[in-house]
Nanobody, 124 residues
Framework: QAQLVESGGGLVQTGDSLRLSCAAP????????MAWFRQAPGKEREFVAA????????YNDEAVKGRFTISSDNRKSTVYLQMNSLQPEDTAVYYC?????????????????WGQGTQVTVSS
């Protein structure tokens, strides 16, 4: 299984930006769809964004409202989540996930490999 390692989380203020990174074994992003999910305390894990191995992107528009951008670097086998205009409701543990190729899915069940998560806290 692909080992995914997230980084880039932290404590920021409302309106700030963060870029999360997800490092994957070589060629993972060339063969698998990659996604970001998040889970706030007491809530279910929520889809944030996904990118297919050919670069198609899909977002949870209601949650990110055009503020987040997912991208990938196949040379580095790394996926990024650029988060701008962060709000307190964005506070959560953010998880990277890898799933089978095809149309990027919003379902957790479509992703078989998960990272350990990185905490993002946005203070008001």
């Amino acid at each position: 299984q692909a080992q995914l390692v997230e980084s880039g989380g932290g404590l920021v203020q409302t309106g700030d930006s963060l870029r999360l990174s997800c490092a994957a074994p070589p060629r993972t992003t060339m063969w698998y769809n990659m996604a970001w999910f998040r889970q706030a305390p007491g809530k279910e894990r929520e889809f944030v964004a996904a990118i297919s191995r050919v670069g198609s992107r899909t977002y949870n528009d209601e949650a990110v409202k055009g503020r987040f951008t997912i991208s990938s670097d196949n040379r580095k086998s790394t996926v990024y989540l650029q988060m701008n205009s962060l709000q307190p409701e964005d506070t959560a543990v953010y998880y990277c996930a890898a799933g089978e190729a095809g149309n990027p899915s919003r379902l957790t069940s479509s992703y078989s490999n998960w990272g350990q998560g990185t905490q993002v806290t946005v203070s008001s």
